[in-house]
């Protein structure tokens, strides 16, 4: 399985709204709604953010938000705060009982 | 509430095995497969399997296939992650994380693992 494909890096200024893409195939992103996102702060494990594309576990902002069209899924977070420069990966189930990550995202607010 | 607590850093040779534990608690453990995800230093998340507790049922990467081994008791509701003929480039942190469908909203705080001669 290959990895999904993210930007190494995305930045925004604090209120601002960004956006990151992760782009897969027709075999894992575009096959399944089992997107999910997760949000990792240096030295710490990861945190699911979004899950089935678009939902929100409970304790998350709502700044985060969840999509996706075809074979790729996004992660946009409005009103961006200074505690959301973090790593963002997502991963998506990928047929055959396995799941894949994309290579991580490093979000900077400026 | 949902812990998972495994167990402490290793140091081990190149073509040695490790054997990371990881201790579930505040749910009844056969009822959600257990993930394992490794983090080299510096790098992304890599999935490498699941096991479900309840029959001992696993699935591994195809990149681990061959190497990893992963096993539970439920009479101490503990699953075990066993990567052998360990390299350099196996040198990661090593996570436990519940599963739920085909997210991971409970994670282990890592295993860091060693692989240097």
């Known amino acids: 399985q290959s990895a999904l494909t993210q930007p190494p890096s995305a930045s925004g200024s604090p209120g601002q709204s960004v956006t990151i893409s992760c782009t897969g195939t027709?075999?894992?992103?575009?096959?399944?709604?089992?997107v999910s996102w997760y949000q990792q702060h240096p030295g710490k494990a990861p945190k699911l953010m979004i899950y089935?594309?678009?939902k929100r576990p409970s304790g998350v902002p709502d700044r985060f938000s969840g999509s996706k069209s075809g074979d790729t899924a996004s992660l946009t977070v409005s009103g961006l705060q200074a505690e959301d420069e973090a790593d963002y990966y997502c991963t998506s189930y990928a047929g055959s009982n396995n799941l894949v990550f994309g290579g991580g995202t490093r979000l900077t607010v400026l | 509430q949902v812990q998972l607590v495994q167990s402490g850093a290793e140091v081990k040779k190149p073509g040695a095995s490790v054997k990371v534990s990881c201790k579930a608690s505040?749910?009844?453990?056969?009822?959600?497969?257990m993930h394992w995800v490794r983090q080299a230093p510096g790098q992304g998340l890599e999935w490498m399997g699941w096991i479900n507790p309840n029959n001992g049922g696993t699935n591994y990467a195809q990149k681990f296939q061959g190497r990893v081994t992963m096993t539970r008791d439920t009479s101490i509701s503990t699953a075990y992650m066993d990567l052998s003929r360990l390299r350099s480039d196996d040198t990661a942190v090593y996570y436990c994380?519940?599963?739920?469908?085909?997210?991971?909203?409970?994670w282990g705080q890592g295993t860091l693992v060693t692989v240097s001669s």
């Open positions: 505040g749910y009844t453990f056969s009822n959600y497969y």
């Open positions: 994380a519940r599963g739920k469908e085909w997210e991971l909203p409970h």
């Open positions: 027709s075999t894992d992103v575009g096959g399944y709604n089992y």
């Open positions: 089935e594309v678009s």
